[in-house]
């Protein structure tokens, strides 16, 4: 663990002396990830925070199948919407946890106003596809989420409460207003600096010399989607391949996503690690079927 701290701190100074060393690059990413937090995650993400949290303290406990919520918030409201109202839900304790991991992986998705609106008429350019494309990000998760269902079907549908902190009833007052309008602005703030930061690594990883721009654009698309869809969008490949490499990013999220996501379950029993891992097979099973689909509609 001595060695393992000594590397992160070693990895944070040279981050720092970079960031230092290129002020213009670490300009322009800032720019970038502040331009799309306060532009698009702000707007569309407090106000689901906060009425999310309302809901939750007001009426979780009432919830007789509480998967239907997380699936509700998760895939309508984009990240990290699904994986905060996995971990009010079942996130606090082991077992519940140990039970919806991969429920939280398949559920914390980008919204689809993001990917209809950004990803594919902003950046593929391909809105005349769009059934075929939302086709290729969505089934995989739905396949995901059915054979989950299947294979939990005693937990999801036996239960008729999430946790032990679900006892009693709940009703909406100007304390629990104010807390989820509190709770909400910490969330979306600490979203912020993560969309930030990632958006400055993804900039200084397009200017890396001396490798190819297939590794640049899957460096770009593993650490933050936007900036990684844009910088894959704008070089000279196939649209088939544009259309691949995307889909997966999408799936996946993004190390940036990760950090969100870790922000959010902070307080929960999930594991990082094994949602990564997760979200990584999502990531393969979507770029397979974009790979198929590609191929038979001749993209």
Request: proline share 3%; hydrophobic share 50%; aromatic share 12%.
């Amino acid at each position: 663990m001595n060695f393992r701290n000594k590397v992160f701190k070693s990895a944070l100074l040279i981050v720092f002396i970079l960031f230092m060393a290129a002020p213009f690059i670490t300009l322009s990413g800032a720019a970038k990830g502040i331009r799309l937090w306060f532009n698009i995650v702000l707007p569309s993400m407090l106000p689901c925070i906060i009425l999310s949290d309302m809901v939750i303290k007001t009426y979780g406990q009432e919830f007789k199948n509480p998967w239907w919520y997380i699936i509700f918030t998760g895939l309508l409201c984009g990240y990290p919407m699904g994986a905060k109202s996995c971990a009010d839900l079942y996130g606090r304790t082991p077992e519940n946890a140990s039970r919806t991991q991969f429920l939280l992986a398949v559920c914390n998705y980008s919204s689809p106003m993001f990917i209809t609106n950004y990803c594919i008429a902003q950046t593929l350019l391909m809105k005349e596809r769009v059934i075929i494309l939302l086709f290729i990000m969505y089934f995989p998760v739905l396949l995901c989420l059915m054979a989950e269902l299947i294979r939990n079907r005693k937990f999801y549908f036996g239960r008729i409460l999430s946790d032990k902190t679900s006892s009693c009833r709940t009703h909406l007052t100007i304390e629990i207003i104010d807390s989820s309008i509190m709770n909400g602005f910490e969330i979306i703030t600490k979203l912020g600096g993560y969309i930030m930061l990632f958006s400055i690594f993804s900039e200084f990883t397009q200017k890396v010399p001396l490798i190819s721009n297939m590794a640049k654009m899957i460096l770009c698309g593993a650490v933050e989607i936007t900036t990684g869809a844009a910088f894959t969008c704008s070089c000279d490949i196939t649209d088939a391949m544009k259309v691949i490499l995307v889909t997966g990013y999408i799936a996946f999220g993004g190390l940036s996503c990760v950090a969100q996501t870790q922000s959010v379950i902070s307080g929960s029993f999930y594991s990082i690690k094994k949602y990564t891992c997760h979200k990584l097979l999502l990531a393969a099973l979507t770029m397979l079927t974009a790979i198929i689909v590609t191929r038979v509609c001749r993209l």
